[in-house]
């Protein structure tokens, strides 16, 4: 009997661990994660993104486009993923949530000029003085 405790406490344990992985996004260290697609380190933080598994295992991207090409790989739906906002890059933005501009002006690392605003109205504001237009979200399967 002895042994069924200690099992039950160990199982209890386990789940308890995997069930509690955050399911936020993490901000890489600048230089050290390589993108998951292109292999590139991600130095611009301006255009760094993320995917999450339901499992918790962690993809980063150092650009939309890389995330949006890996993400169209991927067979199922049970992932998160994030966008690093283009103005404030401490923060991260649900790419489903996210408004993305594509400019000319927008040097991104893959060379598509794309970049998340946290808001319509913020990607508004920033293509009064750039020019560019605003990407029409692609409908998820």
């Not at 991927?74 to 996210?98: C, P, V, Y």
């Not at 508004?124 to 020019?131: F, V």
Request: charged share 25%.
């Amino acid at each position: 009997m002895k042994f069924r405790n200690p099992l039950w406490t160990f199982f209890f344990v386990s789940w308890s661990i995997v069930s509690c992985v955050s399911k936020e996004p993490v901000i890489p260290e600048r230089g050290k994660e390589k993108c998951s697609h292109c292999s590139m380190s991600i130095v611009d933080m301006r255009f760094h993104s993320q995917l999450m598994t339901d499992k918790g295992r962690r993809y980063y991207f150092d650009s939309i486009e890389c995330l949006q090409s890996y993400e169209e790989t991927l067979n199922s739906e049970g992932f998160h993923s994030w966008i690093a906002d283009f103005e404030d890059t401490n923060r991260m933005l649900n790419e489903a949530e996210a408004t993305i501009v594509q400019s000319q002006e927008i040097h991104s690392p893959m060379g598509k000029g794309l970049a998340a605003f946290a808001s319509f109205e913020k990607a508004s504001e920033y293509l009064r003085s750039h020019k560019g237009s605003i990407m029409v979200p692609a409908i998820k399967k």
